[in-house]
């Protein structure tokens, strides 16, 4: 099986769409959080991921929606989005988000928000990446949260490499290192380009492929602004940032 890695699909339900079209039955898919927020189809994205997540984790604005856990954080728009999905979304959607959790290991991999251990923690440059490589011995760590599409490798020798997948390609997993993969955002890039974006991950070839997507960024603009939400949530998505 060949797994397909999303984050941040923030409520986008043009881009979550052409995304889960691109999977076969087989496939599986892993949800790394932050499902709702920003945007303007939070139910709708909920229940399309409902059924048909492999496996999902908790993200930061998951959290909020359910309980307003951690809104002090937000900044404005932020704050105003979250109020808003509060007050659309479905009861159903609600409690299957609480049950969800915030990790899950495999053998393999380990799926979080943000951070193993400080789940939504930013991890921005090699010492976060560090800080993560030390909290966890998983070998292969998946993660969204920075909505940045790219990935970190530990070698044996303790020495951390980094490269950016603004424009997706192809990694192929040495088993003598260990990786930190973020997966970007299907519903909010903020790496300069604007294509959504995600990871293929298989197993069994030790390979990851990034992923870069264009969908009908107008149309979830104008459905934003048809909602009321900041200005912001709906101007970022051209700019990629």
């Known amino acids: 099986m060949r797994y397909a890695v999303v984050s941040d699909v923030h409520s986008n339900l043009e881009s979550l769409t052409i995304m889960l079209a691109k999977l076969d039955q087989a496939d599986g898919l892993l949800c790394l959080g932050d499902m709702v927020g920003y945007g303007p189809n939070p139910n709708e994205c909920v229940d399309l991921l409902r059924a048909r997540c492999t496996s999902s984790v908790l993200g930061n604005h998951d959290v909020a929606a359910i309980d307003n856990f951690g809104v002090e954080y937000f900044n404005a728009a932020a704050r105003a989005a979250i109020e808003w999905t509060q007050g659309v979304i479905s009861k159903e959607n609600i409690e299957w988000l609480n049950e969800l959790s915030y990790e899950i290991r495999a053998p393999e991999y380990l799926l979080v928000h943000g951070a193993p251990v400080n789940y939504f923690e930013y991890i921005l440059d090699k010492r976060g990446a560090g800080r993560a490589f030390q ?79 264009e969908y009908p960024i107008s149309a979830v603009q104008e459905k934003i602004h048809e909602a009321h939400l900041p200005d912001l949530c709906a101007s970022r998505l051209g700019i990629g940032r």
Not at 176 to 191: H, I, M, T
């Open 135 to 213: 909290n966890t011995d998983a070998p292969l760590i998946f993660v969204g949260h920075t909505h940045i599409a790219e990935y970190y490798r530990l070698d044996p020798d303790g020495s951390i490499a980094h490269a950016h997948m603004q424009n997706g390609g192809m990694l192929t997993l040495d088993p003598g290192a260990r990786y930190l993969v973020n997966v970007g955002s299907v519903g909010q890039p903020r790496d300069l380009n604007p294509e959504a974006s995600f990871v293929w991950y298989d197993p069994q070839a030790r390979a990851i492929e990034f992923v870069r997507y």
